[in-house]
């Protein structure tokens, strides 16, 4: 199976900074990749698809890179309602993976 | 109002088998791909299954392959999954999730509780 290796998997942030979080597949995925919001106790949002592709309703703020091995979720002036855990997903070959998430909270 | 529900969670001994059911409404189900995943208690996520929109496409995760199923009904707008030889690390919350076009998942159901537990 792809293995998913998000980084880091907790960070601390303040209100405005800007967010990097990355996913390195064990092998290449193309630009099969999918991003994800998760609140406690609530399901998933989507974020972003096929790597760069901004889902309907997501803020601009929200932006995704890369190709293959390596991938980026980027958050440009972090909100309120941001902290939470974000997840990348790899649909580019079965068993599809998740990577173990990466929890954003307030400094 | 595009949405999904699951059902069917509870707590069942290990060994047993339990079935979730996960209705949908709102959009055309039998267009869709649909997905289950679950998240065991303070964990990450898992994807454990897929059924295609035709039905004809099924896939799992190595973890349950052999002794969960996934399947559907266009006519109800329900997908199932029966779960059977639980274990305790089969104890999570399971969502159920459409698959756009754009291969990712767009809509997903509340969750239902799964505890695998003598």
């Known amino acids: 199976a792809i293995q998913m290796t998000q980084s880091p998997s907790s960070l601390s942030a303040s209100v405005g900074d800007r967010v990097t979080i990355t996913c390195r597949a064990s092998?290449?995925?193309?630009?099969?990749l999918g991003w994800y919001q998760q609140k406690p106790g609530k399901a998933p949002k989507l974020l972003i698809y096929?790597?760069?592709n901004l889902y309907s309703g997501v803020p601009s703020r929200f932006s995704g890179s890369g190709f293959g091995t390596d991938f980026t979720l980027t958050i440009n002036g972090l909100q309120p309602e941001d902290f939470a855990t974000y997840y990348c997903?790899?649909?580019?070959?079965?068993?599809?993976?998740f990577g173990q998430g990466t929890k954003v909270e307030i400094k | 109002e595009v949405q999904l529900v699951e059902s069917g969670g509870g707590l069942v001994r290990p060994g047993g088998s339990l079935r979730l059911s996960c209705t949908a409404s709102?959009?055309?189900?039998?267009?869709?791909?649909i997905n289950w995943v679950r998240q065991a208690p303070g964990k990450g996520l898992e994807w454990i299954a897929h059924?295609?929109?035709?039905?004809?496409?099924?896939r799992y995760a190595e973890s349950v392959e052999g002794r969960f199923t996934i399947s559907r009904d266009d006519a109800k707008n329900s997908l199932y999954l029966l779960m059977s030889i639980l274990t305790v690390e089969d104890t999570a919350v399971y969502y159920c999730?459409?698959?756009?076009?754009?291969?990712?998942?767009?809509?997903w159901g509340q969750g239902t509780v799964v505890t695998v537990s003598s």
């Open positions: 096929a790597t760069s």
């Open positions: 092998q290449g995925i193309r630009d099969d």
């Open positions: 059924i295609s929109n035709s039905g004809y496409t099924i």
């Open positions: 997903l790899q649909d580019f070959h079965y068993p599809w993976t």
């Open positions: 999730a459409r698959r756009t076009a754009g291969d990712a998942f767009d809509v």
């Open positions: 709102g959009f055309s189900f039998s267009n869709y791909d």
